[in-house]
């Protein structure tokens, strides 16, 4: 099984910053990682797929990048909106996995 | 545009089946790789395995031996069943579809249904 290492676990920041979010995974899964977006009591939402490809709708202060086994989210000018814990997920091979998490407070 | 929804018990006994459902509307479930994930209260995301129309499954090898996903063409539902459960196993269920591929990302996603097991 693939393994997908997030950091940080945790990152408190204040609106307008630049936020980067990586995702390493145990080995090569090309460019088959996805990132999610998932609020309190909420189903989480897809952002990113095939690690650097905007999903319909979401917002163009999200991007990914990276591919092979380093993988980065990265969100500008943060919004108090964007509070909430993000997850990568790998789909090179079965079973599918995700990351751990990764909580983003707003100060 | 495809919206699915689970459904079924909330409490569950210790060492009984736990059994829900998903309700695809929006599109024929006789397609696309239909899935089953879950998420113990507070903690990350766990694939449980898929079923595609042609009766074709896959199961995570963590829960291979108690896990079966079936799916009922004539409602537009799929279904999970997970065996001798344990406390371990409480969580919120989510269905979501890959598409016509297993190999894509999650999406959309059902609103989730949270199942405890408890005497």
């Known amino acids: 099984e693939i393994v997908l290492t997030q950091s940080p676990d945790f990152q408190s920041v204040t609106p307008k910053e630049k936020v980067t979010i990586t995702c390493r995974a145990s080995q090569s899964i090309g460019s088959s990682l996805h990132w999610y977006q998932q609020k309190p009591d909420q189903s989480p939402k897809l952002l990113i797929k095939?690690?650097?490809q905007s999903f319909s709708g979401v917002p163009s202060r999200f991007s990914g990048s990276g591919s092979g086994t380093d993988f980065t989210l990265t969100i500008n000018s943060l919004e108090a909106e964007d509070a909430a814990t993000y997850y990568c997920?790998?789909?090179?091979?079965?079973?599918?996995?995700f990351g751990q998490g990764t909580k983003l407070e707003i100060k | 545009q495809v919206q699915l929804q689970e459904s079924g018990p909330g409490l569950v006994k210790p060492s009984e089946t736990l059994s829900l459902t998903c309700t695809v509307s929006?599109?024929?479930?006789?397609?696309?790789?239909w899935n089953w994930i879950r998420q113990p209260p507070g903690k990350g995301l766990e694939w449980i395995g898929y079923?595609?129309?042609?009766?074709?499954?896959s199961y995570n090898p963590s829960l291979k031996s108690r896990v079966s996903i079936s799916v009922d063409t004539s409602k537009n539902q799929f279904s999970l069943k997970l065996n001798s459960v344990t406390a371990a196993d409480t969580a919120v269920y989510y269905c979501?579809?890959?598409?016509?591929?297993?190999?894509?990302?999650?999406?959309?996603w059902g609103q989730g249904t949270l199942v405890t097991v408890s005497s």
């Open positions: 929006g599109g024929s479930i006789s397609s696309y790789y």
């Open positions: 979501a579809t890959t598409g016509n591929s297993s190999a894509r990302w999650f999406d959309p």
């Open positions: 997920h790998q789909s090179s091979s079965l079973p599918h996995t």
């Open positions: 095939y690690a650097s």
């Open positions: 079923i595609y129309y042609s009766r074709s499954t």
